[in-house]
């Protein structure tokens, strides 16, 4: 991962190297990676179809 970029990793992550982590990007743009290959692939999103995402995830899941 840059060292330039915040990175926040997701709070429903594990122990362990399976976690999503996220950072916004130059222009406002949404940063996404995996924490088992930080220096990897990193996918780039808008932040509105980041929020369509999650929204459709928080949707299809109930957490307790």
């Known amino acids: 991962m840059p060292a ?3 990175w926040q990793k997701s709070s ?5 190297n399976s976690c999503l982590h996220v950072a916004t990007g130059a222009g406002g743009g949404i940063k996404l990676t995996e ?3 930080p220096a990897g692939v990193v996918l780039r999103t808008t932040p509105g179809a980041w929020a369509a995402l999650v929204r459709t995830l928080k949707e299809g899941c109930h957490l307790d």
Do not use: A, L, T
């Open 4 to 6: 330039h970029d915040h």
């Open 12 to 16: 429903h992550c594990p122990q362990g």
């Open 35 to 37: 924490s088992g290959d």
